[in-house]
């Protein structure tokens, strides 16, 4: 697990300048904090006989993994691109966290140890026995909270499937550290080291191979629409309007159920349509839509960088791009054949 985690932060520091941002910094340097992390856990556990303290909540695993988990924030802050400025969205999210560990650690208070829940039970009352439970639970509030900073995927260099996938990791591990912590299970401790190398190696996997590298300051590019009336199709107008007039195909979180919704029919009525007047599914239709524009951008300038234009047509992963420009390109090279 350590070599995996310095490995997963070498090959990203490498190539830290490619995104424009510091993405790829904090991942690297919370890869190598992960790292050691799991060196010090190994090398504890082994000289203890791989035996799990059982002492309830003490201070050292309640407040030091506040800290860790404020660094969690600061990957998808930066790949999110929040409308909001980053500044109040730290202030909003770490400061009550960094409160929380100065007043835990720094100020004085005396921890009574609780060797069971017959101990946590009769000092319940006292002021550091609930404030490590209250610690405890705001730390598993704040897995959760990633839900709520705002995504425009105008902005975003990720897709929000990718944003679900990271917030529900950190809620793994956050929900697994709190177990943990009330019950000093071995198991559990052995999940939690697996999730926390799986996530690692995961985010890592999609920053080198999937995500498209473009820089954060975009200008708004403009374009006509192509929107042909191929019918009086009422529910045919309504979904052009969304997926042509308002580029609704530029929206990388774009399904057929969300369009569904917008249109206010259901899954069948809309592929239909599809099929009927453009002879082709939804995907194929978006993929298409995507895949012309970049091919008219490179036309215009053949120097342009593909990964920017595959950004603004709305892919999010490089693979996935890559694999319908080809099959495009192909089809058009035998019509033309």
Known sequence: MTIGLTACGILLWRRRKETGDYSRHIQAIFSWLSALTTFVFIFRTWNESLV?????????????????????????????????????????????????VFVGMCAGIEYTTLNNYADLWLHLGEFNVWFRLFAIC??????????LVPYDWRRSSVDKKLIMAYAMG?????????????????????????????????????????RLVVMPAQPELLEESTNTNLEHDHLWKKILVIIDD?????????????????????????????KRNAGMTFSEYVSRRRIAYVAEELKRNPQANIQELFFHAGFRHRSTAWRHYHKWMESSTEGHQ
């Open 52 to 100: 799990v303290d059982a002492t309830l909540f003490e201070p050292e695993h309640t407040f030091v993994p506040l800290l860790m988990q404020m660094t969690f924030f600061l990957y998808p802050l930066e790949v999110i691109r929040p409308s909001i400025s980053k500044v109040k969205v730290y202030a909003l999210l770490l400061a009550p966290l960094l409160i929380l």
């Open 138 to 147: 705001t730390m598993l509030f704040y897995c959760f909270s990633l839900f």
């Open 170 to 210: 950190f809620c793994l591990i956050g929900l697994l550290h709190f177990l943990i912590q009330l019950t000093h299970a071995p198991i559990l401790v052995l999940f939690h080291q697996i999730a926390w190398t799986g996530f690692f190696f995961g985010i890592t996997h999609y920053e080198l191979n999937e």
């Open 246 to 274: 308002n580029k609704g195909w530029r929206n990388p979180d774009m399904n057929l159920s969300t369009l569904t919704q917008q249109v206010f029919s259901n899954r069948t009525y809309v592929n239909d349509a599809f």
